[in-house]
């Protein structure tokens, strides 16, 4: 509501024309119109009051709103910056998912295409002397004891020679697969010292070392391969059959392919 002075000033006016006009009035009338003049003033301060107080409180109520819209537009950018940089990393993570991924398929294709090769060259020998597969991402060349060695010898036949020989002219020149020459036996007990052996590790292990010889000697890489014996504590069949101790007496040939590139990558920060 607007209110001014000169709204209350046009009674105060006719009050006192009324005085005028009535010289015959007396002092109680008089008075009458003084009070009324009074309260009329009184009344008209208490509005003007009110109306300040009104603008007052308008005025706070804007400037508390724009302060709570200014700081509500803040925590909106603030929020836009941290999705922006969100993005942005979760960009630069799913490049780095991509490349990673890129690398596993060529390492897969590339197993893939080692053990074709590999079983290509071995193709001449009987499946149950000699197995190419491939399991957790390494090429598996097993080759029965049956094919290698005569019992508790550690001198390879000529049979597993040319096995051996055919294998490394397959994977020599290839300097991005890693070989471990894995030795098992079953788990029938040594009698003594055969051939140098004084239990089954030690007959796994020398096993594995001529292994490595051979392969080196027929063009491997000594800086690829390893030799390992495993005795009787890592089989594929259980030790209480003629049959099942003839699978566990086997030598394991794995081919890893190098992950230098993927390590590389997951290296960097």
Not at 96 to 120: C, G, S, Y
Not at 176 to 188: K, S
Not at 216 to 238: E, F, K, M, N, W
Not at 244 to 265: V, W, Y
Request: charged share 20%; aromatic share 2%; net charge neutral.
């Amino acid at each position: 509501m607007s209110l001014s002075s000169s709204t209350f000033a046009f009674p105060t006016l006719l009050l006192a024309g009324a005085l005028l006009a009535l010289p015959g009035c007396n002092q109680k009338e008089i008075a009458a119109l003084q009070q009324q003049n009074a309260d009329l003033t009184k009344s008209r301060d208490q509005l003007q009051a009110e109306k300040m107080a009104l603008l007052q409180a308008k005025n706070q109520n804007e400037a508390a709103l724009g302060a709570d819209l200014l700081a509500r537009q803040n925590r909106v950018n603030q929020l836009n910056q941290t999705l922006g940089t969100t993005e942005q990393d979760l960009a630069g993570k799913n490049a780095r998912v991509a490349e990673l991924q890129r690398i596993l398929d060529e390492k897969d294709a590339a197993t893939n295409a080692l053990r074709k090769k590999v079983a290509d060259a071995l193709l001449g020998f009987n499946s149950q002397d000699l197995q190419v597969n491939v399991k957790n991402g390494k090429v598996y060349v097993s080759l029965s004891e049956q094919l290698l060695f005569k019992s508790g010898s550690t001198k390879v036949d000529p049979a597993g020679q040319d096995a051996l020989i055919k294998l490394a002219n397959a994977l020599t020149g290839n300097k991005d697969v890693n070989i471990l020459v894995e030795g098992h036996t079953d788990n029938v007990p040594i009698k003594g010292v055969v051939n140098g052996a004084k239990d089954n590790w030690d007959l796994s292990v020398l096993r594995a070392t001529e292994i490595t010889r051979l392969l080196t000697a027929a063009g491997i890489d000594p800086t690829q391969i390893t030799p390992s014996g495993r005795g009787q504590y890592l089989p594929v069949a259980a030790n209480d059959t003629p049959q099942d101790k003839a699978l566990n007496r086997r030598t394991d040939i794995i081919l890893t392919p190098k992950l230098d590139e993927l390590f590389s990558i997951l290296n960097t920060n």
